[in-house]
């Protein structure tokens, strides 16, 4: 069963428009953390955060914000004021206590930013 | 300000023939992984490492080996190169303490034709 479960596989904006990116998880343990990636068209993975399953803080960073709900098991992503830059795949990945920490990711979602 | 370097790049193999994706970063971590990005998929996890002397296989080991002789390098062989391998292959590596970030490598683009 897919762990991760990134339902958008497309999205495309205007630069300046907000763009929310969803992720769903599964799990059973009462620990564990989450992870977004950005994979731009260079084809690298870049880090961008990480959250633990005791810390459901709202998160703002710049342009990003990340909004992490323990009762809908949802870890969304928000890029405000989009920006050609902004284009590429971003991943939700998820690390489990009971999988030995290793990463699972979703499919991906592939935003395109047109200016 | 290396980080993961991986090599090559770019490699075109024949069915049946074998090589080996190098990786190695400089950061000293103890944790190092190799996964295989499928067009329009999430990354899945072939093998990873713990530490040099230890590796453990992932999601879908089967047609890879790997070693680790040394913190630094992580290694990824194919015996016998098949189409299902054509792929996109990450190498990542992270510090002590797992839940910690992965640091990925630029990826190896293998086509099996």
């Known amino acids: 069963a897919q762990k991760v479960t990134q339902a958008q596989t497309e999205i495309s904006v205007v630069e300046k428009e907000d763009v929310t990116l969803d992720c769903v998880y599964e799990t059973r343990d009462t620990t564990y953390y989450l992870f977004w990636y950005k994979q731009p068209p260079s084809g690298e993975l870049v880090f961008l955060i990480r959250r633990n399953s005791f810390d459901e803080q709202n998160e703002i960073s710049g342009r990003y914000s990340w909004n992490f709900q323990k009762s809908t098991s949802s870890f969304n992503f928000t890029i405000t004021a989009s920006q050609v830059v902004d284009s590429a795949v971003y991943f939700c990945a998820l690390s489990e206590v009971s999988n030995d920490y290793k990463l699972s990711f979703g499919a991906g979602t592939t935003v395109t930013v047109r200016a | 300000n290396a980080g993961v370097t991986q090599t090559p790049k770019f490699r075109i193999l024949k069915i049946g023939q074998s090589m080996t994706l190098q990786c190695a970063q400089d950061?000293?971590?103890?944790?190092m992984y190799w996964y295989r990005q499928d067009p329009g998929m999430g990354l899945k996890l072939i093998y990873y490492?713990?530490?040099?002397?230890?590796?453990d296989k992932g999601e879908v080991p089967n047609g890879y080996n790997v070693s680790r002789s040394t913190t630094e390098d992580f290694p990824l062989r194919l015996e016998l190169a098949a189409p299902s391998q054509t792929s996109v292959y990450f190498c990542?590596?992270?510090?002590?303490?797992?839940?910690?970030?992965?640091?990925f490598g630029d990826g190896t683009r293998l086509s099996i034709l």
């Open positions: 950061m000293n971590h103890n944790y």
């Open positions: 490492s713990v530490g040099a002397g230890i590796t």
């Open positions: 990542a590596s992270s510090p002590l303490g797992r839940h910690q970030p992965q640091h």
